[in-house]
């Protein structure tokens, strides 16, 4: 199974640096089918300059495109969403749906995340479902419960998912530079993916780690056993960085 890596820009970059980014990260990156699968989430305004890009340079679909959230409906009267056919005119494989700061600073519940991932379907996108617990879970041991629930809450048992990325980001790991011992990664990935074997109709799926990945840590967490890939954040901003950590 190739591993997929993802950069999710967060509300990060602007014009000049992103066109600075993609002239440096084109430039140095081949159509070298040893590269894992890479996908990129800019914010919204920035998926048409990069879907261009990506377009004229991807001869063997190494690189896609991302978004970061997606609206729960199809269309309608919801100031500031963007629905799934939107963005798929812009060629978005991936949506990244429930990260941490969605359901801090945007009170996403695991119901709106359950229609988010619904819609997903209708549109042929590859979900990006994170889930990921506190430093309090971790400390008090609940972890565990607290990530199945995150599970059996947002993916109903009878949905049909041709291809599933979950990413586990601890929220204490993300931006503090703090990464869980390879054992906890590994004790995690092991258990979501028993969890997500119990779905039947989940054709395919990728279990991917995100929080605090840098080029000195991600071939080990890429060594780990049921971990297929990785949710970079602050380190996908530099293009050196992140092409350290692809290559
Ligand atoms: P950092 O890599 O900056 O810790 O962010 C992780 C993350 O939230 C990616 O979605």
């Not at 994170?130 to 599970?151: A, M, N, P, W």
């Amino acid at each position: 199974m190739k591993n997929i890596i993802v950069a999710n820009w967060k509300m990060n970059q602007d014009f000049a640096t992103i066109s600075s980014w993609i002239n440096d990260f084109f430039y140095k990156i081949c159509d070298d089918k040893n590269f894992p699968e890479i996908a990129i989430c800019p914010p919204y305004l920035y998926l048409d300059m990069l879907s261009k890009v990506i377009n004229k340079n991807n001869k063997n679909s190494l690189i896609s495109l991302g978004s970061q959230d997606i609206s729960f409906s199809q269309s309608g009267a919801y100031t500031g969403d963007i629905s799934a056919k939107m963005l798929k005119d812009f060629s978005c494989k991936y949506a990244i749906i429930g990260h941490s700061e969605r359901r801090q600073f945007h009170c996403e519940t695991n119901d709106i995340l359950e229609k988010k991932l619904k819609m997903t379907i209708a549109e042929d996108i590859v979900p990006i479902f994170c889930i990921g617990e506190s430093l309090k879970d971790r400390q008090e041991k609940t972890y565990v419960d607290f990530l199945k629930s995150q599970i059996k809450s947002v993916i109903p048992k009878d949905i049909y998912l041709e291809s599933l990325v979950l990413a586990y980001e601890p929220i204490w790991s993300i931006g503090t530079d703090t990464t869980p011992k390879i054992s906890a990664i590994k004790e995690v990935a092991d258990l979501v993916c028993s969890e997500l074997l119990n779905y039947k109709n989940i054709k395919n799926f990728k279990i991917i780690y995100g929080g605090s990945v840098k080029s000195s840590n991600s071939k080990e967490i890429l060594s780990i056993k049921n971990i297929n890939g990785l949710l970079v954040g602050s380190a996908s901003l530099n293009y050196k960085e992140f092409f350290k950590i692809i290559s």
